[in-house]
């Protein structure tokens, strides 16, 4: 089964099996006549509205962002990278705050690197977005880069966090970025 497939069935069971059950619980507390029939279809049914809206969502997002092979790697929602630079803490902090995406996320610095959040917004759950910086040499940074829906149950992000990913990475290996969508 192919990774485009398996989100399709992976939404569809996520999110048809839930609503089957809670129409079947609403149900049971009213005195309506139960038909097994009837769950099963509108389980089938919702499951596979959801699944080919969510999940053609969540592609055309994706390759709106430059994305030519969709892979299982990139449909997760949780989306992490590793690269070396040049860059110290306090370079990457400067460029982040003149970034028109990252700016408007709260920025907070750790021992260990930088932590963005981003707020909730129509197209998103909101995302953490952790940024690892290890010194590798004097001059040398190892940046590991992990970014995540802030909702932990999120099946989809509409592309967000590959996105987040592939902006910083951008940002530290180039500098000089184009907005992305």
Same mark, same amino acid.
């Given at each position: ?12 069971? !996520?999110?048809?099996?839930? !609503?089957?059950?809670? $129409?079947?619980?609403? &149900? ?12 099963? !279809? ?5 499951? !596979?509205?959801? $699944? ?7 592609? $055309? ?29 306090? &370079? ?6 003149? &970034?028109? /995406? ?43 880069? /992990? ?17 987040? /990913? ?13 907005? /992305?969508?």
């Amino acid at each position: 089964m192919g990774p485009i497939l398996k989100l399709y069935f992976k939404i569809f069971l !996520f999110t048809g099996i839930p !609503f089957g059950l809670i $129409s079947l619980g609403f &149900d049971l507390l009213s005195e309506e006549s139960h038909f097994a029939i009837a769950y099963l !279809f509108r389980t089938i049914f919702f499951g !596979f509205f959801m $699944s080919l809206t969510l999940g053609t969502i969540q592609i $055309s997002k994706l390759k709106s962002y430059g994305l030519k092979h969709i892979t299982s790697e990139n449909l997760r929602i949780n989306q992490h990278t590793s690269l070396q630079s040049g860059l110290s803490k306090m &370079d990457l902090i400067n460029k982040i705050k003149s &970034d028109p /995406v990252f700016q408007k996320m709260t920025l907070d610095e750790t021992e260990d690197g930088i932590v963005l959040n981003a707020s909730m917004s129509f197209w998103s759950w909101g995302e953490i977005i952790r940024i690892n910086i290890q010194p590798l040499t004097l001059d040398l940074n190892e940046f590991k880069i /992990v970014s995540s829906p802030k909702l932990k149950i999120a099946i989809i992000d509409n592309g967000k966090n590959y996105q987040n /990913v592939a902006r910083l990475k951008k940002l530290i290996e180039e500098g000089v970025i184009e907005f /992305v969508k």
